[in-house]
T-cell receptor, first 112, second 109 residues
């Protein structure tokens, strides 16, 4: 079964404590992306990666880092989380023709 | 001004009604238009995709794009309680995707 997995699904942390949200896919697609979803603001693209070792900033990259060392994994790193990064995060894998995105189940992050 | 504007609703309709969901956009570079459905506590799932002006039909769903007016719509015919969800419009230019804020729809049996 084609899947996008994210871990953890829920996380409560404190300001400044580094964290990583993992994303993994078994679809063998090149393009992976991270979004955050906030009420009234919708889904906003944080970073995306067109290929291994290639990453680009989306609309709201400040405070986030990503890496793409292998095709199937695309972790999102918050080096020093702040309360304004409290949000629902989605990893997505884009089909190679760019016509469809497959979203993971989401990670609800709370930064106190 | 946001690049993609979508009426957040909420929208509540009786079962069997025709539903119209709309988005407007400001960026002429948007070339591809999508509608996603998001159930509570789930990730969005693609409903329909189109890249040209005009209508595209898939079962009870019709996507309409008017590039001259920068306006897209999704029509749901014979709405069902299972259609209750948040509907997100999305657009692409180059390698980047932009989403509307979503419209919450409830179909009452």
């Amino acid at each position: 079964e084609a899947q996008v997995t994210q871990n953890p699904r829920y996380l409560i942390t404190v300001t400044g404590k580094k964290l990583t949200v993992t994303c993994s896919q078994n679809m063998n697609h090149e393009y992976m992306s991270w979004y955050r979803q906030d009420p009234g603001l919708g889904l906003r693209q944080i970073y995306y990666s067109m290929n291994v070792e290639v990453t680009d900033k989306g609309d709201v990259p400040e405070g986030y880092k990503v890496s793409r060392k292998e095709k199937r994994n695309f972790p999102l790193i918050l080096e020093s989380p702040s309360p304004n990064q409290t949000s629902l995060y989605f990893c997505a894998v884009v089909r190679d023709d760019y016509n469809e995105q497959f979203f993971g189940p989401g990670t609800r992050l709370t930064v106190l | 001004q946001k690049e993609v504007e979508q009426d957040p609703g909420p929208l509540s309709v009786p079962e069997g009604a025709i539903v119209s969901l709309n988005c407007t956009y400001s960026n002429s570079a948007f070339q591809y238009f999508m509608w996603y459905r998001q159930y509570s506590r789930k990730g969005p799932e693609l409903l329909m995709y189109t890249y040209s002006s005009g209508n595209k039909e898939d079962g009870r769903f019709t996507a309409q794009v008017d590039k001259s007016s920068k306006y897209i719509s999704l029509f749901i015919r014979d709405s069902q309680p299972s259609d209750s969800a948040t509907y997100l419009c999305a657009m692409r230019t180059g390698n980047q995707f932009y989403f509307g804020t979503g419209t919450s729809l409830t179909v009452i049996p």
